[in-house]
């Protein structure tokens, strides 16, 4: 099955519940089975809705168990689940399946309708499917905080990142809402509920939003593949990337700040800063502290910071801006004086202009604009202008020098004025090195010669004095030369070791603050050197034309594209040796993490026995003395002695059992094979039987509130547990209350006691096993209650929360779900957030 081709999926994105993803969804299955395609619907999600049902019509609906032709009568996939060995065994061209993040009950091969698509997906065929924003895994949290209603179930992002089309299905919020209002989306009994919650204007509004940002990042992503692919070195200003140069100076912070005001300007404009470490010498002047600062306030803006080592810093900039499809580049004016720049040329700022293209250039003025000093040369020693200066300073300051000295023939003896020729070459020899100086000092000693020793106006090339004169400013102009020369490349290589050092420093603080798991690392490593692309390989046999490094043991880094010098090389190393460790880490992790289930199981363990020490032991005791007082024959016991020492014997028995029973269902829970029995409940009849054993209890409401999907004997097992908990810690006299109402689409059970309370911090551990946190007498048990109590509730797909009693005290919450077609979260959100006609 190798050659089989992987299925399509299309994706209907709905920015909120109820904007007609599912119809949507049936259009395209309609038009593509009238196009001659094989289509089958394996689960819709009618929940009564007339609209799709007639959608329905015509569509071969197939249901676990059987094949139905057309729409099949009533609601044939309203509640059913997908039957993934049916539709294999099927096997369509297309399948549409609804409501992706739909979760399966437990003891399930997949634990969501996802993961079915994948299987599908698999086996070559194509899925048309929904899902709502709100089930995006990424906006959990944010979907939560806009709503104020939990999602319980989510599909990962990458999930529906990798569909081939995605189409976004969207309302205006007044228009939603006016559905809601007529009954269109959900029962008559949850609109007021979903009106005054999540179908606020401004809480649908935020999730429009959310839709639309997400759509467009998954845009933005294809649109990079497909810029990389086509090898496009265009700008395609699909949305404002704004890039800021950053060079440590003091004016980092304004150039930041604009540069997001500029980017804010446009819905889902984007904020880079890039700091160019110069190989030659951008490190001078560069205040490492500054960088810092401004890469936190990049962060704080919702930026993103990159850090890369180029030698021609314009070059870069430009460089980096396009593999980023950015729209405009924001630096600084140059610090450099007039003089500066007339000594040492064109500036990084001109030929940015000069580079850029179709990228708009954004010079800000700052204070320290034309006041601070020059930047060291790029790419050689000296600067092209300083290499073209100084030869011609070598043939023109002499000659200047010479018509100033005529002037004042007579003034100064011949001394002086070799001196002042001296001086010349010296300073030739600073601005051009040792070529210059050599051209300097032949041609100061000629006119020196000719103009001012004597006899004046004729060359004495055979005095020995003219020949000394001359070697001296040959040797002078050399050695100055040579010192000038060794001084700049001194400078430019502590200049490299500072950028190197910059760029190390900058990732080490990264790793040290968290932010760099592999792929990070990875992708920071191409950006820093150039190159088209990074990965990490086992055998680096066929990296032909690419740079090839060690990455700690069994692991090369290699870089695709571009050149590294040897100096590159050295960083790169180190680069290696951090995604060494980060291979290396997560290693750890794993091994880490398969180890910490046998010590957990290694504590519990001992846990256990220390606990079965006593309290198995205790009720073991008492049973076995009344069983063998009751035996004995040496003493004639009374009716009433009798019937004591059985009913000691059956309740030491009876609380045997319990904790036997306990110590089994929370083996199974850890097991994972604890077998469930979920149907639609009323709490009215698991109550009674929970309750039984546990006196002063008082139950309120119970009755308004809807069934639930749950086990009943195991729901029974939950509240017993509860309650006796709750009777152990409420004052002798008080009582404990048990009351219900319905939230967020579940019903909630509260278990109040008036106790001494728990403070937040210890909340946790009252679900450990074999805890008796806070109890007094530790011969109530193995402290098993509220932990066994917490895994059953889960395993029913609801939630045990502790909370404070107003007045003092703890309430237990026991969150339970609604059956799936009663409630018609097709989504599971809830009150506010289940689908209707989505």
């Not at 259009?27 to 009618?46: F, P």
């Not at 314009?314 to 499809?325: P, Q």
């Not at 001296?422 to 051009?432: D, P, Q, R």
Request: proline fraction near 4%; aromatic fraction near 2%; hydrophobic fraction near 45%.
């Amino acid at each position: 099955m190798d050659d089989v081709r992987r299925g399509r999926l299309k994706v209907y994105l709905g920015a909120a519940p109820g904007v007609g993803k599912t119809s949507r969804m049936l259009d395209e299955a309609r038009r593509r089975a009238a196009r001659g395609a094989d289509v089958v619907v394996a689960a819709v999600e009618c929940h009564g809705r007339a609209r799709v049902e007639e959608l329905l019509d015509g569509l071969e609906v197939l249901q676990r168990g059987r094949v139905l032709a057309g729409r099949g009568g009533g609601d044939p996939a309203g509640s059913g689940e997908l039957d993934l060995d049916a539709v294999l065994a099927r096997a369509p061209s297309v399948v549409v399946v609804d409501d992706l993040a739909h979760p399966h009950a437990s003891g399930a091969a997949h634990t969501g309708r996802w993961q079915d698509v994948e299987v599908l997906l698999d086996a070559g065929i194509d899925v048309i499917t929904t899902v709502g924003v709100q089930q995006l895994e990424s906006l959990k949290d944010v979907v939560e905080k806009i709503t104020g209603v939990p999602q319980h179930t989510t599909v990962p992002d990458d999930m529906v990142r990798r569909a081939a089309e995605i189409e976004l299905v969207d309302l205006a919020p007044e228009r939603l809402r006016r559905r809601m209002a007529h009954g269109d989306i959900w029962p008559p009994e949850r609109v007021d509920a979903a009106l005054a919650r999540s179908f606020r204007p401004g809480s649908l509004a935020a999730l429009r939003q959310l839709a639309l940002l997400w759509t467009a990042d998954r845009v933005d992503e294809t649109l990079q593949r497909h810029r990389a692919e086509q090898a496009s070195g265009g700008v395609w200003e699909t949305r404002e990337r704004v890039v800021v140069a950053l060079t440590g100076g003091p004016e980092g912070d304004t150039l930041v700040r604009r540069a997001a005001r500029i980017a804010d300007r446009s819905a889902g404009g984007e904020l880079l800063a890039i700091h160019v470490a110069r190989s030659d010498g951008l490190a001078a002047g560069v205040s490492h502290a500054s960088l810092a600062r401004q890469r936190r306030l990049v962060e704080d803006l919702g930026g993103s910071y990159h850090s890369v080592v180029g030698q021609d810093v314009a070059a870069s900039l430009v460089e980096f801006a396009r593999a980023e499809n950015a729209t405009q580049l924001v630096l600084g004016s140059s610090r450099r004086g007039r003089w500066e720049r007339f000594l040492t040329g064109l500036g990084t700022g001109e030929r940015v202009v000069a580079l850029s293209g179709e990228i708009d250039v954004h010079q800000v003025t700052h204070e320290r604009a034309g006041r601070g000093t020059p930047l060291p040369s790029r790419r050689r020693t000296l600067s092209r202008a300083r290499t073209i200066a100084g030869p011609v300073a070598g043939l023109v300051l002499p000659v200047l020098l010479t018509l100033v000295l005529t002037q004042l023939r007579g003034t100064l003896d011949l001394t002086s004025e070799a001196l002042l020729f001296l001086l010349a070459v010296v300073g030739v020899a600073c601005i051009g090195g040792v070529v210059s100086a050599v051209i300097a000092s032949v041609t100061a000693s000629l006119l020196l010669n000719y103009w001012f020793i004597p006899p004046v106006g004729h060359f004495t090339l055979g005095d020995t004095d003219a020949l000394i004169a001359l070697g001296v400013f040959a040797l002078v102009a050399a050695v100055v030369a040579a010192v000038v020369d060794r001084s700049l490349r001194l400078s430019r290589r502590a200049a490299r070791a500072t950028a190197e050092a910059e760029t190390l420093s900058s990732l080490a603080g990264s790793i040290v603050r968290g932010g760099q798991t592999l792929p990070a690392l990875l992708e920071r490593t191409r950006e820093t050197f150039g190159a088209d692309s990074v990965e990490l390989v086992e055998d680096p046999a066929d990296a032909l034309d690419a740079t090839v490094v060690p990455a700690g043991p069994g692991g090369f880094l290699v870089l695709r594209g571009g050149s590294r010098s040897s100096s590159d090389r050295r960083v790169l190393a180190a680069f290696a040796a951090h995604v060494g460790s980060a291979v290396e880490r997560a290693r750890l992790a794993q091994a880490a993490a398969e180890v910490e289930p046998v010590r957990a199981a290694d504590r519990m363990r001992t846990a256990l026995l220390r606990a079965v020490g006593h309290d198995l032991r205790t009720p073991l005791a008492a049973g076995w003395a009344a069983v063998t007082s009751l035996r004995s024959r040496e003493v004639r016991w009374s009716e009433e002695d009798r019937d004591e020492l059985l009913a000691t014997a059956d309740e030491s028995m009876a609380k045997l059992s319990r904790l036997v029973e306990n110590l089994l269902d929370l083996s199974r829970l850890e097991a994972g094979v604890l077998t469930l029995n979920l149907r639609p409940t009323a709490l009215e009849e698991v109550l009674p039987a929970a309750l039984a054993d546990t006196p002063s209890v008082e139950v309120r409401d119970v009755e308004r509130v809807p069934q639930v999907l749950v086990d009943p004997p195991l729901l029974e097992r939950v509240l017993a547990n509860l309650a006796a908990n709750a009777v152990r810690h409420t004052p002798a006299g008080g009582t404990v209350l048990v009351t219900a109402s319905v939230l967020a689409g579940r019903v909630e059970v509260r278990v109040v006691d008036r106790g001494p309370g728990l403070p937040v911090a210890g909340r946790e551990r009252l679900f450990e096993p074999f805890q008796r946190f806070g109890d007094t007498d530790n011969s109530t048990g193995l402290g098993l209650g509220l932990a066994l109590a917490r895994g059953l509730t889960e395993a029913m797909s609801g939630t045990v929360t502790p909370e404070d009693t107003p007045g003092g005290g703890l309430t237990m919450v026991v969150s339970l779900p609604l059956p799936l077609a009663g409630a018609g979260a097709g989504e599971g959100v809830g009150v506010g957030m289940g689908e209707g006609e989505g």
